[in-house]
Nanobody
């Protein structure tokens, strides 16, 4: 069983920055592709960013390209989401996900979420 624990959320003013972390249990972190999703009140969950397990290639949703950066530290079993130039529309609960193949909405492993609130 893999457990994911997110941290780093909070309240920030528009234009500010936050760094989210997601730490996984177990010794198999390097086998997993990791991703971040978010869900705003009254909206569907949406993809934010993902990073592959072998190549380390990163992928981003259009609304966050150029502002967010996903990275991973296999030694620490942790994936990060650096969020800069935050906007009010980035307000959401952010979820970390893990998959041995490709991270999708159907991935098996999810964290409990961390709240990000951006005040305008």
């Amino acid at each position: 069983q893999v457990q994911l624990v997110e941290s780093g959320g909070g309240l920030v003013q528009a234009g500010g920055s936050l760094r989210l972390s997601c730490t996984t249990s177990g010794r198999t972190f390097r086998r997993f592709a990791m991703g971040w999703f978010r869900q705003a009140p009254g909206k569907e969950r949406e993809f934010v960013a993902a990073i592959e397990q072998r190549s380390g290639s990163a992928y981003y949703a259009e609304p966050v390209k150029g502002r967010f950066t996903i990275s991973r530290d296999n030694a620490k079993n942790t994936v990060y989401l650096q969020m800069n130039s935050l906007k009010a529309e980035d307000t959401a609960i952010y979820y970390c996900a893990a998959d041995t193949a490709v991270v999708t909405f159907a991935s098996e492993y999810w964290g409990q979420g961390t709240q990000v609130t951006v005040s305008s």
